[in-house]
């Protein structure tokens, strides 16, 4: 194979896989943790509808998430990790999430400080709701 015709192939390769990685990172959630209906689900579902209440949430330690129900049928997921000096998140009431170590208080509707020394909202993590299931997005 000439030096021009492997060029135009390991481009035309090179291009097909942006392509798919590309392809493969769009669907599922906006930027901000937001999920989205249908499509298949990218792994095991992390929990139900039905576990996370409206206008509170559920923390998966395990998974290092915390998911909340702003509005009924509206469902978004941040960072467990607090912004301040790391600690995990351990509840969500009263329209915020609490972290225990220096009483940083995060919005349940798009993870922004709300009070406390975290310089910084909690990171949105992209999921989707498929019927009743809530799994990575």
Excluded at 39 to 63: F, M, Q, S, W
Aim: aromatic share 2%; with cysteine; proline share 9%.
């Amino acid at each position: 194979m000439s030096g021009v015709a492997r060029r135009t192939v390991v481009a035309a390769a090179g291009s097909a896989g942006l392509a798919a990685a590309l392809a493969a990172c769009g669907g599922g959630a906006d930027d901000k943790g937001t999920a989205s209906e249908g499509g298949a689900p990218k792994g095991p579902a992390l929990a139900k509808t039905g576990d996370i209440p409206v206008g509170g949430g559920k923390i998966l330690a395990d998974k290092g998430l915390v998911i909340t129900q702003p509005k009924a049928g509206e469902f978004k997921a941040f960072s467990s990790k607090c912004t301040h000096q790391g600690c995990a998140v351990s509840s969500v009431k009263d329209g915020v999430i609490v972290c225990p170590c220096h009483q940083s208080h995060f919005d349940i509707s798009d993870g922004s400080v709300k009070a406390g020394p975290a310089p910084s909202p909690l990171p949105p993590e992209p999921i989707q709701v498929v019927g009743e299931e809530i799994s990575p997005g």
